[in-house]
């Protein structure tokens, strides 16, 4: 039972690079999440899904992109790398509304330098 | 605006004390509180999840409570182990903001 699974692990991208970072869950969980944990500060919203096809903005989205077409997946895309975009990571998702039992990936650390 | 706060920032305890940590909210109108524990290099594991009509959640040693009235949660765990050793956090889901919202976490360390 993998649950939520994330690939890379561990990123080192260039000031202006672009890459995606990957989540699937095999759990057949409606919604899917994605946050980002800086050092000392609480988690923070990035965007979340809904369903396959059905995404919305969280409550720090600039400078990413996401996309939702099969239930399983939901794939992260930066855009020209900053370095304020150097965190960890994290997708999760939850059967259930928003407050529901959140199961979490192992989680990216990106550094953009 | 909803915020969550924890204290302390961190905590060092010897094995076998009981200890309480605590979770505050702003916005009493909170719909659940989940506790969450992290491992350093992993993800998030729930530990346990309070709906806003309950008082309390128990599982093994740890025991939850929510005082929604005052903006209060602590997680008490009892008889504490090396491998308790992690950080734990709190999360509030509101309605009205539709989504979890996260404290900065209690870094617990138990030594031997």
């Known amino acids: 039972n993998a649950g939520v699974t994330q690939t890379p692990k561990f990123r080192i991208l260039k000031i202006g690079q672009s890459m995606t970072l990957q989540c699937a869950q095999d759990m057949n969980h409606n919604y899917m999440y994605w946050y980002r944990q800086d050092p000392g500060m609480g988690l923070k919203l990035i965007y979340y899904?809904?369903?396959?096809?059905?995404?919305d903005k969280g409550e720090v989205p600039n400078g990413y992109n996401v996309s939702r077409s099969t239930t399983e997946d939901f794939p992260l895309r930066l855009e020209l790398a900053a370095p304020s975009q150097t965190s960890v990571y994290f997708c999760a998702s939850s059967q259930g509304a928003p407050g529901e039992k959140l199961f979490f990936g192992s989680g990216t650390q990106l550094s953009v330098l | 605006k909803q915020e969550v706060t924890q204290i302390p920032a961190a905590l060092s305890v010897p094995e076998g004390e009981n200890l309480v940590l605590n979770c505050s909210f702003t916005d009493s109108a909170i719909y659940n509180l989940q506790w969450f524990r992290q491992d350093p290099g992993k993800g998030l594991t729930s530990l346990l999840l309070?709906?806003?009509?309950?008082r309390e959640q128990t599982s093994g040693r740890l025991n939850a409570s929510l005082d929604k009235s005052s903006g209060r949660s602590t997680l008490y765990i009892a008889a504490s182990q090396p491998g308790d050793s992690a950080t734990y956090l709190c999360?509030?889901?509101?309605?009205?903001?539709?989504?979890?919202?996260f404290g900065a976490g209690t870094r617990l360390a138990v030594h031997p």
């Open positions: 899904s809904v369903g396959a096809g059905i995404t």
């Open positions: 309070i709906q806003s009509s309950q």
């Open positions: 999360a509030v889901f509101s309605g009205g903001y539709n989504k979890l919202i």
